[in-house]
């Protein structure tokens, strides 16, 4: 009998683009799978759009919620989920499809025993998926291990998380942090990693990424939150884990802020910089400096 694949598609304002979503879980040459989509208490038609879905194929579960973040609903979808496997995809992206059927008969092979998550590698598209760009990141077989994740993430690689297949046993007592509005993908797959799981990676792009300039993660800081996981690691991480990392983050700090003095100064340095400032005494010498920029308020560019 095929192992069933729970995929679990958190929705939260992203109705245009959910239908696309599910068709490409519908289109999958693996059969054996149920989606769980939740409806994070979207204000949009994703209701409607979700519902219309499970009319056409009872595979597909529809869940609603109060809005809580996106870390409670795939918590909430976990929880619904009954499958052998997790295949986690959010409701703007796509995978694949034969990606659940490549990644499954890799594991089934006897040389792949014992394969806890099957990553892929994934290519990234704005409006249509089939022309994409290359990965913001470059994934390879040997970048999945404790430290790398611990030390290296936002710094060389992060990890989308519809490019993981996880054998559901591996999950555990493992959740995604409910306080965390940003980064809670580190600190899943940091804790995930702590028990040094088996891992493959396929080198094809069977996962797209959707370049959306309205998701969270692009249309905020995420400094506080990166601040946030420090103090959450913090609490499980040995003191010489922690010592290291806090030196990682001091120095990866130091060098944006060396970059944007470096930056600031090569400005100060430029004709066009120095020609601006001439302009600008000038101005103030003559007592036309306010007017002008009056003026220059007025002006309609």
Known sequence: MKPLVSVIIPCYNQAQYLDETLKSVLNQTYQSWECIIVNDGSPDNTDEIAKKWVVRDSRFKY??????????????????????????????????????????????????????????????FRNNPKITTDPYCILNQAIFTY??????????????????????????????????????????????????????????????????????????????????????????????????????????????????VTKYNNTKKSNTYRLGNFFKRSLRKLHLLSFTKLVLKKIKF
């Open 63 to 124: 869940f609603f919620k109060k809005n809580e973040g996106v870390s409670n609903t795939r918590n909430f979808g976990l929880e619904k989920s009954t499958g052998k496997y997790i295949q986690f995809l959010d409701a703007d992206d796509l995978i694949s499809n034969d990606k659940l059927e490549i990644s499954l008969q890799l594991i089934s092979n006897t040389i792949n025993e014992g394969v806890q998550i099957v990553f892929t590698n994934f290519r990234m």
């Open 147 to 260: 430290e790398n994740l611990l030390y290296q993430w936002n710094e060389t690689f992060s990890i989308p998380i519809h490019t993981a297949l996880i054998k559901k046993t591996l999950l555990e007592n493992i959740c995604f942090p409910e306080h965390m509005t940003a980064q809670e993908d580190w600190i899943f797959w940091v804790n995930l990693f702590k028990s040094n799981p088996k891992v493959l990676f396929i080198d094809k792009a069977l996962a797209l990424y959707r370049i959306n300039m309205f998701s969270k993660t692009r249309s905020q800081d995420i400094l506080d939150d990166q601040l946030k996981a420090y103090e959450y690691f913090k609490k499980f991480l040995s003191e010489e884990e922690f010592h290291r990392m806090s030196l990682v983050l001091i120095s990866r700090y130091y060098r944006k802020s060396s970059y944007f």
